[in-house]
Every structure is written in C-alpha cells, then in structure tokens.
C-alpha cells in the first residue's frame, strides 16, 4: 500500500509541476518578448513546487522521519511524470502548435552545423535525419523530456533534500510498547 501511496502522490505532484512548466513555455512560446522573465519564473516557481511537495510528503512520515535518499527519490519520482506531460506538450506544440517555429530552430540548428564545416556532406546528412527525429518524432522527445526530467529534478533533488528531510523523533516510545 505504501509503495502505491508514494507512486500516486509522485505521479499528482509530478503532473502539477509538469503543467505549470507548460504553462510557462506556452507563454514564452506566445510572448517572445518576455521569455526571459518567464524562464526565470518557471524556475523559481519550479523549484519552489518541489521543495513543497516533498517537504509535505515528509510531514506525512509523522515521527517515522524521511530521508535525504526517500526525499531525493521522491523528487525523481515527480521528475519522471512532469517529464511525461512537458513531453506531451513538446509533441503537440512541435507537430500541431508552434510548427513554425520549430522549424526554424531546426533549420537553424542545421545551418550552424553545417557552417561550422567540421563534419563532411555525408555525416552532415545522417545528423538531418537524427535531429529530425529527435525534435519532431513523438517517442524520442517523450524519451528525452523523461530523462530531462529525471536527471534535472534529482539534480534540484540533490539541494532541495537537504531541506526536506526529517529526522526521526528520538523520544517517539510508540515503539517500545
């Protein structure tokens, strides 16, 4: 039961701060102009959500505490569902919403490459078609906002933990009877 308590929480959680990081590029997305500002919200708002999610999920653990390692797991835990939705979100603003602009980046991405005149015609070619698929095909973005999202939450994690973790209550005799 617990096991399934830490997953339903993660995955609520972790859906809450994956649609506010949506929220957030839909707006920058929107307002160009305000990018910046927006980013900078994201991450502040981001960081915040973390710390109070798994600071409550800790007070849930009562007198039991929560660890550094329960925390940190917890927070990769809610990396790997707003991975999924920022994903979601990524494959329907590159393939229905914004299609334009992602099309410029790629062709962007492209032409810096190719100006760099490091690689030949041939290799030049087979990075198009990875790149393609790595901005527009829907099962290599879900991947990579997955494991974005899993690697840049436990690296927060990695800080945010520290702070969240509880140490059990040393005079707790609910064990002893």
């Known amino acids: 039961m617990a096991k399934n308590a830490f997953w339903n929480e993660a995955s609520r959680c972790g859906a809450i701060v994956g649609l506010v990081n949506v929220a957030f590029e ?9 990018a910046f500002v927006l980013g900078l919200a994201n991450f502040v708002v981001t960081i915040y ?6 600071s ?3 007070k ?12 940190l797991g917890f927070i990769v835990a809610m990396g790997i569902f707003a991975g999924i939705i920022t994903g979601a979100y990524q494959i329907l603003a590159s393939n229905f919403l914004f299609v334009d602009k992602y ?30 698929a790595m901005f527009f095909s829907p099962i290599w973005v879900l991947i ?4 974005s999202g899993a690697l840049g939450y436990g690296f927060y994690g990695l800080f945010i933990s520290i702070g969240a973790k509880r140490e059990p209550d040393m005079f707790d005799s609910s064990d002893e009877e």
């Open 26 to 34: 839909l707006g920058k997305m929107s307002v160009p102009s305000i």
């Open 49 to 54: 959500l973390l710390w109070r999610f798994a």
């Open 56 to 58: 409550r999920r800790a």
């Open 60 to 71: 849930s653990f009562g007198n039991e505490g929560f660890t550094y390692g329960q925390s």
């Open 103 to 132: 099309e410029a980046v790629y062709n962007t991405l492209i032409a810096t490459y190719s100006q760099m005149g490091v690689v030949d015609n041939a290799t030049m070619a087979s990075m198009t078609k990875i790149y393609r």
């Open 144 to 147: 990579t906002n997955i494991a």
